[in-house]
């Protein structure tokens, strides 16, 4: 730099600055305005080369974090930090740029470093709230769309560049750097859906859940197949659901992860939607689409750990600061992941701002909270001797439980009829109870041991399963004790487990026709459902996150039958209060025979609020056709057979009794009523009491078909 003045307004003409230091150093003094802070001014340099630049000194500006702010935050109950830290576009007194602010109290120095200054760390070094330890700096003139990070001299010495913590957008991987985003360009069209579900209790309403991994669900149609944009995805995904009569959608994590095999379970970007697949305006719409077509959308969400990557939150200042720094308590020994400091209030607030975020500004429905028993236990996979207990001397995380009791509270306070779901695998007491009774307040729980127990009995041989028959019972002794929800989720067929089709025994008639009585006893049992992409027309691979679904399957009649057979199930599930409405309480289901262990066969009653609202359901766990099966059922009348997991509409046999049958009383007490029925090999069958209709009586005499 040859020259430079000061530019105190249009009236005064510049004032030369003094060089002070041949390295570039100029100074002035000028008069202070009375009533004025700070100096009102711009800089003219001339470089080198001739040019002269005219701007504005980032450090004549006032701060722009309030002293409430930073109260609120070191406090743990700013529930809004996000639209304070990071790097916020705004206008300082007629002056356009991007307020950039991290938490770092251990750091020597903090830069914010970008292609707004060629990376150069001295040009806008930040300044310090020492007692909250939050750097800040306006930047005038830097704009959206720029990429920057947070040049952080540690404790140590040791410099490092950061990502932002709070920022909105990221490069696309393998590139970390953060790029400022304005989240409010978005119009949104979804208040008629936002309003309907905030007068709505969602747990008794029907839930039916597919669960998708954005980057494999589909690929583009091209030479070498790229994963569709969240755009795209809006409009197949969307078409695809409706069909098929889903509910929601639950996305594996979509916020900013390096590392795609991770499925986005190591997330380093909270606050940015993974660049992968568009931008944040992009998911928005995605969002928005989804809800203008009446499906719900809930996104995987990790508070449990995160990676040990250099840009990320690892280490950021130089010291353990999101993370505890005892390993004992701060690593986690199964995934080589750091585990977050519950017990720091900003850490606490980072991760309570960041569930509100996607409901505040991505309008989403629910969070399902990922690996929430590592959470709950500070031995949570490890020896004696691994582990520090708490100040009780338990074994439980204290802190990591009114966090999360926290979380569930405030995200229910202010969006009435959003869903939290816990993926907890233990038997912790009160996941679903209300925090005023010390429950985690969660919305719905996962139910592990149902699906463990069932895919357990289903790969058993069926002349087996007469003696591992608790199995599938056993369930019932606890479906009330929590709000569940069933899951075949993504890590049932990961890991060289195979795909649920493939789990099944028998030859390929007896593997489709056990996962169609699998999908049937689902869909009947009691309990929100949650089905993982490609189970729902029977993929024989198991999931590559690395290639899109085996679409071409559905060119064979056999996986077009199951996936029928899901449409048809959750069209049922919807229009059948029975099978939702009393979901989470023990009036909503009865046993006519659980003990039928000899035949494998299960038969229950699943009630509605209103009396009329039931259904008889039978599942027969065997190939053998049960004929003549008596089921005791509470009226007299005729009951229709609404839905046959073995139709020949599903792939199946066709056996079954089409279109119904009438009870009766021979032999019976007064007041006690049976129907006789046909049990289908390896299926399961639905009965509704109905009015019989004149075309009901004609088919009854014509051989069974498709229902």
Not at 335 to 354: H, P, Q
Not at 545 to 570: C, F, I, P, S, Y
Not at 686 to 703: H, I, L, M, N
Request: net charge negative; aromatic share 12%; hydrophobic share 35%.
């Amino acid at each position: 730099m040859r020259q430079a003045w000061v530019i105190e307004s249009e009236a005064h003409p510049p004032r030369p600055m003094r060089q002070i230091h041949p390295a570039g150093l100029f100074e002035a003094i000028c008069p202070l305005p009375e009533r004025q802070a700070r100096p009102r001014y711009q800089l003219r340099y001339t470089d080198r080369g001739g040019a002269t630049t005219t701007l504005h000194d980032p450090y004549a500006f006032d701060s722009l974090l309030s002293d409430y702010d930073r109260y609120l935050y070191a406090e743990g109950t700013h529930e809004q930090i996000y639209n304070k830290l990071g790097a916020q576009l705004c206008s300082v007194e007629g002056v356009s740029g991007t307020h950039f602010a991290v938490w770092a109290p251990h750091a020597r120095c903090v830069a914010a470093v970008g292609d707004f200054n060629d990376w150069h760390g001295r040009r806008h070094m930040m300044q310090k709230h020492a007692a909250s330890g939050i750097w800040e700096l306006f930047v005038p003139g830097v704009k959206a769309g720029q990429h920057y990070k947070f040049r952080v001299t540690c404790a140590d010495g040791r410099v490092v560049d950061k990502a932002d913590p709070f920022g909105f957008a990221a490069e696309q991987p393998p590139q970390t750097a953060s790029r400022i985003t304005n989240l409010e360009q978005h119009c949104w069209r979804d208040e008629e859906w936002l309003d309907r579900r905030s007068r709505q209790n969602p747990l008794d309403q029907p839930i039916s859940v597919y669960e998708v991994h954005l980057g494999s669900w589909r690929r583009g149609r091209t030479s070498s197949p790229t994963s569709l944009n969240y755009r795209e995805l809006a409009h197949q995904l969307v078409d695809y659901c409706r069909r098929l009569s889903f509910t929601h959608i639950e996305l594996l994590p979509i916020s900013e992860h390096p590392f795609s095999g991770s499925w986005g379970y190591q997330t380093v970007g909270y606050y940015a939607v993974t660049s992968r697949y568009g931008t944040p305006e992009d998911f928005q719409y995605l969002v928005d689409y989804c809800h203008l077509h009446g499906i719900g959308v809930i996104l995987d969400w990790v508070p449990a750990h995160f990676p040990r990557d250099e840009h990320g939150l690892a280490r950021f200042d130089g010291t353990g600061l999101y993370e505890y720094e005892d390993a004992r308590l701060g690593e986690h020994p199964d995934w080589g992941t750091l585990i977050f400091n519950y017990g720091r209030n900003e850490v606490r607030n980072f991760l309570l701002a960041n569930a509100l975020f996607w409901f505040d500004k991505f309008h989403v429905d629910g969070l399902r909270v990922d690996a929430v028993a590592s959470m709950l236990y500070r031995d949570y996979s490890r020896s004696e001797g691994e582990w520090l207990p708490n100040h009780e001397g338990g074994r439980e995380n204290i802190e990591a439980v009114s966090l999360l009791q926290r979380c569930n509270d405030r995200i229910h306070d202010r969006f009435p009829g959003a869903l939290t779901i816990a993926e907890e695998s233990t038997a912790w007491n009160g996941v679903t109870h209300p925090t005023y009774s010390g429950g985690l307040g969660f919305s719905l729980k996962w139910n592990m041991g149902w699906m463990n127990d069932s895919l357990r009995y289903m790969r058993r041989a069926p002349v087996h399963r007469q003696f591992h028959h608790d199995q599938l019972t056993f369930s019932l002794m606890y479906s009330f004790s929590e709000n569940f929800a069933l899951p075949f989720s993504h890590d049932e067929v990961v890991h060289e487990k195979g795909a649920l089709l493939d789990q099944m025994p028998g030859d390929i008639w007896q593997k489709f026709a056990n996962l169609r009585l699998l999908y049937g006893y689902m869909w009947t049992h009691p309990g929100k459902k949650l089905l993982f992409m490609g189970n729902e027309f029977a993929s024989w691979k198991e999931w590559d996150h690395e290639a899109e679904l085996e679409w071409d399957l559905l060119k064979w009649e056999t996986h077009r039958g199951v996936q029928a057979l899901v449409t048809d199930l959750n069209q049922m599930y919807c229009q059948e209060p029975a099978l939702y409405e009393l979901d989470h309480d023990s009036s909503g289901f009865e046993w006519i025979d659980c003990s039928d262990r000899g035949q494998s066969v299960l038969i229950f009653q699943r009630k509605g609020r209103q009396s009329e609202e039931r259904l008889v359901v039978g599942c027969n766990f065997t190939p053998v056709v049960r004929e003549d099966y008596e089921i005791e059922v509470p009226q007299a009348g005729w009951y229709r057979e609404i839905l046959n997991s073995d139709s020949r509409h599903y792939g199946g046999s066709n056996v079954g009794n089409y279109p119904g049958v009438t009870t009766s009383t021979d032999g019976l007490p007064a007041g006690r009523f049976v129907i006789r029925v046909t049990l289908p090999p390896l299926a399961m069958v639905v009965f509704k009491r109905a009015a019989r209709t004149a075309t009901d009586s004609q088919r009854a005499g014509v051989e069974s078909q498709s229902i």
